[in-house]
């Protein structure tokens, strides 16, 4: 009776032992796929830099929840979660309740450390989940970016919460063009669907400029049959459409519809003119553009002064005028920069790159 006791005894210590260690592992393998996901680019300016900063963060947000964020997650994947056990089993509004109309902009934002704490559901890189519904689409927000820290903190503040309450399944993306050459405003938005679509899939996307703040939730941030004009009524132009065919600002492309045209051209330097190019592939590829009433669709846009990077390009009315012929080499299948970073900041994911203008306008 004694030996069997014993015998037993050691058995369960065993299994003792296997548990601890089985934990080990699952521990010290969930930290180095996080190691992995969130390595950061150093530089003194970063704001998450070490994995550190990362980790703490994660104590704020959950990263392995398994009905939250997955890499390339359908619908079905999604579904299958649910199976699993998971909450979220209906799929999200098209119009949530949440939303509220016309919007008291902020025009002035907290730091980014203050930030994360109001926003705790927001991902390092500003990738956000619907908690309790399944989203219809993913959607990436993309920002052209150059030297405007202040007005993108701002846009942040105002953009999270009013794309929590669509119920958006979304990532915001800024692509920030290095000093020296002209901006190109196009060219980064091409990046940022093409850099996009490297980290997750991706279905929908809205070019967005850092400083204009949507006055309404009701601006639905997704994609529908047409691609739609969103900044229709800005504050600057007495929220009035300036001309019928204007494509600036903020837009909503649905990805299939932004391939079909090969996206935006590369070549336009400086200010104007591409956002009127993007109008003609569009239209010239059989799509109807639309837009909500002005009523509703309304912005106020961040003044700033006159910037030396992005002067008048001169070239714009003649690459207008030639854009037909050239669209399907200029464009998404003919994209050459040189990304000098990525960084998975607080409330957006950062792409840093590099353009040179001869080789983009000789290729
Ligand atoms: C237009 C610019 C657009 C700009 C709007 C609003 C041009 C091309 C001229 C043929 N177009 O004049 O790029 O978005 O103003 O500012 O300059």
Same mark, same amino acid.
């Given at each position: 009776m004694d030996d069997v006791f014993v015998s037993r005894g050691s058995v369960i210590r065993v299994c003792l032992y296997a548990v601890i260690f089985l934990?080990?592992?699952?521990? $010290?393998?969930?930290?180095?796929?996080?190691?992995?996901?969130?390595? =950061?680019?150093?530089?003194?300016?970063?704001?998450?830099?070490?994995?550190e900063d990362v980790s703490r963060f994660s104590l704020? @947000?959950?990263? *392995?929840?398994?009905?939250?964020? =997955?890499?390339?997650?359908?619908?079905?994947?999604?579904?299958?979660?649910?199976?699993? %056990?998971?909450?979220?089993?209906?799929?999200?509004?098209? $119009?949530?309740?949440?939303?509220?109309?016309?919007?008291?902009?902020?025009?002035?934002?907290?730091?980014?450390?203050? =930030?994360?704490?109001?926003y705790p559901l927001v991902r390092p890189g500003g990738l956000y989940t619907p908690p309790d519904c399944i989203a219809r689409e993913r959607v990436a927000i993309i920002i052209p970016f150059r030297d405007r820290e202040e007005h993108l903190r701002i846009l942040l503040h105002n953009l999270h919460p009013m794309l929590q309450r669509q119920q958006l399944h979304y990532g915001i993306y800024v692509v920030e063009q290095e000093n020296g050459t002209q901006f190109n405003r196009a060219m980064l938005m091409n990046i940022g669907?093409?850099?996009?679509?490297?980290?997750?899939?991706?279905?929908?996307?809205?070019?967005?400029?850092?400083?204009?703040?949507?006055?309404?939730?009701?601006? =639905?941030?997704?994609?529908?049959? *047409?691609?739609?004009?969103? *900044? $229709?009524? @800005?504050?600057?132009?007495?929220?009035?459409?300036? #001309?019928?065919?204007?494509?600036g600002g903020v837009t909503a492309i649905k990805r299939a519809h932004f391939e079909k045209v090969n996206g935006h051209s590369n070549k336009f330097f400086g200010w104007g003119g591409e956002d009127d190019d993007m109008f003609r592939r569009l239209v010239n590829n059989g799509f109807k553009i639309s837009r909500y009433q002005a009523s509703l669709s309304r912005y106020k846009m961040i003044k700033h002064l006159h910037d030396a990077g992005n002067k008048a390009n001169?070239?714009?009315?003649?690459?207008?005028?030639? %854009?037909?012929?050239?669209?399907?080499?200029?464009?998404?299948?003919?994209?050459? #920069?040189?990304?000098? %970073?990525?960084? #998975?900041?607080?409330?957006?994911?950062?792409?840093?790159?590099s353009i040179n203008e001869t080789k983009v306008m000789t290729s």
């Open positions: 934990l080990f592992l699952e521990l $010290s393998l969930n930290f180095s796929v996080h190691r992995k996901t969130y390595k =950061m680019v150093s530089s003194s300016r970063r704001i998450l830099t070490t994995l704020i @947000v959950n990263f *392995s929840d398994p009905c939250g964020w =997955m890499q390339n997650a359908t619908i079905r994947d999604l579904q299958k979660i649910r199976d699993r %056990g998971c909450k979220p089993v209906r799929v999200c509004s098209s $119009s949530p309740s949440e939303l509220v109309g016309s919007l008291a902009t902020y025009k002035e934002a907290p730091s980014y450390k203050e =930030m994360i704490k109001i669907y093409a850099e996009s679509i490297k980290l997750y899939n991706y279905t929908c996307f809205v070019f967005h400029d850092v400083d204009l703040i949507p006055e309404n939730d009701r601006i =639905m941030y997704d994609c529908r049959d *047409s691609p739609r004009h969103l *900044s $229709s009524a @800005v504050d600057k132009f007495k929220y009035k459409l300036p #001309y019928p065919q204007l494509f001169k070239r714009r009315h003649h690459l207008i005028k030639t %854009g037909k012929g050239r669209y399907r080499r200029d464009g998404i299948n003919n994209l050459h #920069y040189k990304k000098l %970073g990525i960084e #998975y900041q607080y409330l957006h994911t950062r792409i840093l790159v």
